[in-house]
Structures are given as C-alpha cells and as structure tokens.
C-alpha cells in the first residue's frame, strides 16, 4: 500500500525516506533526517509515547509519536492516513514521515504548543466569555473541514486540540485521529448506516447523549461534544464530573442520566443563551444531518456582540498572560541594564 510505512531506524537517529513524485513522473529523493530527544517526553498514554525533536537537516522542531509494535489495539498507521486525507487544512498538523523499527511504529509530525486542557489550568482553570466563543468558533472550522472529508474525529476534549507556537498561538489544531472514523463513502457519497447497541467511543465526559445510548456517532455527535467543551471551558467543571466508581460501565451509566437528569437551561444558566441553542441544535439534529457550520458560527459571535465584545485572535486569555509575563521579564531587564550602568559609572570615577 502507498501509505504503509517503511522499515527505517529512529533510535536518537535518523530516518530517511524515499518519495515518487507522480506530478512529475520521475524518482526523486528527498530525505527527513529527525534526532529524537529522549529527555523532552511531551505526553504519553494507551497508545505510546511522543517525544520532541528536530530535522537535523532544517533544524525544524518536530513531535515523535511512538506506538509499539505489541499494541493491543493499534491505532498510529491508520491515524497516519488520517492525517495524509487532511494535509492542507488550516489547524491540522503536517505529517512528515510514518515508519516502523524493531519496536515501534514512529510518526513524526509538526511541533505544536500546548493543549487546551494546559491552557486552561494557566487561566485559574476558567476561560472568559470571549475566548470561549472565540475557541467554539475555530472548533466548528475544524470540525467542519474534517467532516468535509468524510471523517468524524469521535473524540472530542480539550487535550486533542493544541495551540500553536509563535506566530500561531491563536490557532488551534485539531490532533488525535486514532478513534476517528470515515461516516461517508467518498466515491458513492452515501452514508454510514444508523446502528445502536454500540460501545461507547470517546471521552465520557463530552460525549453526546445518543452516544451514551450506543446510537452509532455521526456528526451531530461531534458538534455537541464541542458544546459541553465550551461549557467546561468557561465553568471550570461539568455536573458530571469527579464521580469515584471503579466499574465504568456504571460510571457512564451515571454520567449519562446525569446529562438526561439536568435541563439543557439549568446546565446553561449564567450563560449566553446561544450556547443552550448551540447543543439543543446538535441534539435536534437526526442522524444523517450535515451541520449548518455557519449558523453554529453566528451563533457565537452574536454571542459576543451581545455582551459588547468583538472577537480578537489577539485577546485570546493565553496570549495575555504570555504578553503580559513577556512585558515584565522586558521591564526587568531594562532595570537590570540600568543598575549596571550604574555601576560602571560608581567604578569609573
């Protein structure tokens, strides 16, 4: 297969890769050459680890994502061909290279920032009004540019969705494809069937109430998991949360007649109404529904506009703080400067 990943070595190392250029018509090599650095572990979980490191060709930082071979369940090749379909979006991380070595199956991807989840806990554990809508609405783009391409992310939480670096701390990047699944058939554009009686897929906390019924997901589903996020977002917590049950099966079952139990406006109280109208939308949607991404969008920003707020990629909390700490570190070293002109001046007389 095109997509298979090839035997190479990434040890602290190297890998290389051959590519066929089919635009042209001809073999060409173009080598990735990646360092990976032990030391810098970014996260790690059921899947494996991810390790930062660079292009020692470029000096690119890059992520390492590592899955062993022995994995139960293994998920990083096909979230690789996930990511292939969605090269080109905005908020999507480029792939460089998948490829496997005694031990792992390795892919190596663009270096991001932190998740949302970090962010949040750097913000008191509360966003304001304004980078909620602000963060619903690029969540709507991404989610509308993945269904776009006939794929359903199914597991929607704050630590699979990132931030840049630099220059791009206020876009946020959909990552994470390893529970994704196709719901349409590119070729003949028909739909997966409805079925129910399925296992809970997903992160219980935002998972939609049909999913907790075992109705198969679609993509109702992942719109409103984003609208629990966004209430996470902006309360610091959900009802359902911090339950201590070690069987989950009825850990779900708890959750779910939690979310059953609570009105959608008791949930939603304090709070824009538009965001009740933003998750009773995604509830009201039937199974083959294609979302109108644009009026979950205008929802958001009449949100704002309502509460005399404009939206300002540039007033994201995040960045605020960052200016702000960066303003005070400036402060000090232009104090720090000046007490050593001081000095010299005390030594040279």
């Known amino acids: 297969m095109e997509d298979e990943p090839k035997k190479i070595n990434i040890n602290n190392e190297t890998s290389k890769k051959e590519e066929i250029d089919k635009n042209e018509g001809h073999k060409h090599k173009e080598k990735y050459i990646f360092t990976m650095d032990k030391d810098r572990l970014l996260g790690k979980g059921s899947f494996g680890k991810i390790f930062a490191g660079y292009n020692k060709k470029t000096g690119e930082e890059v992520a390492i994502k590592l899955e062993l071979l022995s994995a139960e369940q293994p998920q990083l090749i096909s979230e690789y061909k996930i990511y292939k379909t969605l090269q080109g979006g905005f908020g999507i991380p480029k792939v460089y290279e998948c490829s496997r070595n005694k031990k792992n199956i390795i892919l190596i991807m663009e270096l991001l920032g932190e998740s949302l989840e970090k962010k949040l806990n750097k913000c008191n554990r509360k966003f304001s009004l304004l980078t909620v809508l602000m963060i619903g609405e690029q969540l709507v783009s991404r989610l509308e540019f993945i269904h776009s391409k006939n794929y359903l992310h199914r597991d929607i939480k704050p630590d699979n969705f990132l931030v840049g670096r630099g220059n791009k701390r206020d876009t946020i990047y959909a990552i994470d494809f390893g529970l994704a699944k196709k719901y349409k058939d590119p070729k003949t554009g028909l739909h997966i069937p409805y079925r129910d009686g399925k296992n809970l897929t997903g992160t219980a906390r935002y998972a939609s109430t049909n999913t907790h019924l075992g109705m198969e997901q679609s993509r109702r589903d992942d719109i409103e998991a984003v609208g629990y996020m966004l209430l996470y977002f902006l309360k610091g917590s ?112």
Do not use: T
């Open 238 to 349: 959900l009802p359902w949360q911090g339950m201590v049950l070690k069987d989950p099966k009825r850990k779900y079952d708890k959750i779910k007649q939690l979310k059953y139990d609570i009105k959608l406006e008791d949930l939603c109280a304090g709070h824009p109404v538009e965001l009740e109208k933003f998750i009773q939308y995604a509830r009201d949607m039937k199974f083959e529904d294609k979302p109108d991404y644009n009026y979950l969008r205008n929802l958001l920003r009449k949100a704002a506009a309502e509460n005399g707020m404009q939206f300002d990629s540039s007033k994201f909390d995040w960045i605020v703080i960052e200016d702000k700490e960066k303003g005070k570190e400036d402060d000090n070293d232009i104090e720090e400067k000046k007490d050593g002109n001081k000095i010299n001046k005390i030594k040279n007389k």
